[in-house]
Nanobody, 115 residues
Framework: QAQVVESGGGLVHTGGSLRLSCEIS????????VNWYHQAPGKQRERVAR???????DYADSVNGRFTISRDNTKNTVYLQMTSLKAEETGVYYC?????????WGQGTQVTVSS
């Protein structure tokens, strides 16, 4: 069954780092773009980073310089390296794969940043 699976969330102190992983089913490769979204408690989901199939990337202003999105083609995985984490970045992080056949979401991974 084709799927998108996030992992790597956890508890970290303010200023700490985490690396999230998004494993993408081969059925969704090649993709158009992979987005990472953050949903804080009680708030709407917001995109923090994206990577296009060609390799170009962009970031939300709030994370630019601290987060890095990358991919490992051999593992069909997209990563989100997060550094200098802030308390307001607590929430669920979702991976979204945009493919010619549709728009696919993972179940999310929880990140908690404690001060």
């Amino acid at each position: 069954q084709a799927q998108v699976v996030e992992s790597g969330g956890g508890l970290v102190h303010t200023g700490g780092s985490l690396r999230l992983s998004c494993e993408i089913s081969a059925d969704y490769i090649p993709f158009i773009v992979v987005n990472w979204y953050h949903q804080a408690p009680g708030k709407q989901r917001e995109r923090v980073a994206r990577i296009f199939d060609g390799g170009s990337t962009d970031y939300a202003d709030s994370v630019n310089g601290r987060f890095t999105i990358s991919r490992d083609n051999t593992k069909n995985t997209v990563y989100l390296q997060m550094t200098s984490l802030k308390a307001e970045e607590t929430g669920v992080y979702y991976c979204n794969v945009v493919h010619k056949w549709g728009n696919y979401w993972g179940q999310g991974t929880q990140v908690t940043v404690s001060s």
